[in-house]
């Protein structure tokens, strides 16, 4: 069984900063992509950032160069630092993983529970 573990998340004042964690428990064989989706209030979830095995990163043009996506390998965990917050980056914030399960020849997504972030004076 594998759980996905976000925390970070709460209430921050708009040109403020939040640092996500989330990290991958229980057993499997290899994590490929790691990312932060999010689900602004009334909207369907959106990819916001990506970070391949060997760090290369991906962004949505709503938060590149005020979000920056890092990993840590050895402990299975991603992390989103949030910059110069914005009222519209209000919502659950979700980490989701491609992961190889244990036996298994197929890679598998995989999603938190997600973290409430919100935005406000």
């Known amino acids: 069984q594998v759980q996905l573990v976000e925390s970070g998340g709460g209430l921050v004042q708009p040109g403020g900063s939040l640092t996500l964690s989330c990290v991958v428990n229980?057993?499997?064989?290899?994590?490929?992509?790691m990312n932060w989706h999010r689900q602004r209030p009334g909207k369907e979830p959106e990819l916001v950032a990506s970070i391949t095995v060997g760090g290369r990163q991906d962004y949505a043009d709503l938060v590149r160069g005020r979000f920056i996506i890092s990993r840590d390998n050895a402990k299975n965990s991603v992390y989103l630092q949030m910059n110069n917050l914005e009222p519209e980056d209000t919502a659950v914030y979700l980490c989701?993983?491609?992961?190889?399960?244990?036996?298994?020849?197929?890679?598998?997504?995989?999603w938190g529970q997600g973290t409430q972030v919100t935005v406000s004076s």
């Open positions: 229980g057993t499997f064989a290899a994590l490929n992509f």
């Open positions: 989701t993983v491609l992961l190889l399960p244990t036996g298994s020849p197929d890679w598998t997504p995989s």
